[in-house]
């Protein structure tokens, strides 16, 4: 697709955004199931049912929009969860895996905050309200689960994480 308008780039933001969602909805069970901290694992479950509903809310919008959200696959996303992915597979202590763990999703709440925060303000200067609204549900939400973790790191992970075994 040329991209020839702000719409065009939104359309491009949205569908990728779509994708990387899809791919995290696929990848945070995994990363349950690795992480050793309760808090930790609870969070991510938590954060899967977010992501489903942040999967939803980019339907809507697209649908509002008149465009399908598939077609795109993000490279960023598959490249952040392919980085999770190999650090399940290393052998670490349970506290080091988690704070390594902590520390992928956080990557994943950057590229995310970035891309929510873009695509909201595209939305807004092209009119689309409704959907600016909807993006920065879903960019709070983002923010919030960042902020979450990082205090789970200082308040216990990185602490038991720093104890060599």
């Given at each position: ?8 780039l939104l ?5 990728d ?6 791919q ?15 808090e ?12 489903r ?6 339907e809507?919008?697209c ?12 490279a960023?996303?598959e490249?952040?969860v ?28 950057h590229?995310e905050?970035a ?18 609204r ?7 939400e983002e ?15 990185n ?7």
């Amino acid at each position: 697709m040329k991209l020839k308008s702000l719409q065009d780039l939104l359309v491009e933001q949205l569908k990728d955004l779509y994708s990387a969602e899809n791919q995290l909805v696929k990848a945070l069970p995994k990363m349950a199931k690795a992480a050793s901290n309760p808090e930790l694992k609870a969070g991510f479950e938590e954060h899967l049912e977010q992501t489903r509903g942040q999967v939803t809310r980019l339907e809507q919008i697209c649908e509002q929009l008149d465009v399908s959200p598939k077609g795109k696959k993000c490279a960023a996303m598959e490249g952040l969860v392919e980085e999770g992915k190999e650090l399940m597979e290393e052998k670490a202590e349970p506290d080091v895996l988690d704070a390594g763990l902590i520390a992928a999703a956080q990557k994943v709440e950057h590229y995310e905050i970035a891309s929510y925060g873009s695509a909201r303000t595209w939305a807004e200067r092209l009119g689309f309200d409704n959907a600016a609204r909807l993006l920065q549900a879903t960019l709070d939400e983002e923010k919030a689960t960042d902020e979450k973790l990082t205090q789970l790191a200082l308040a216990s992970v990185n602490e038991g994480a720093a104890v060599e075994k």
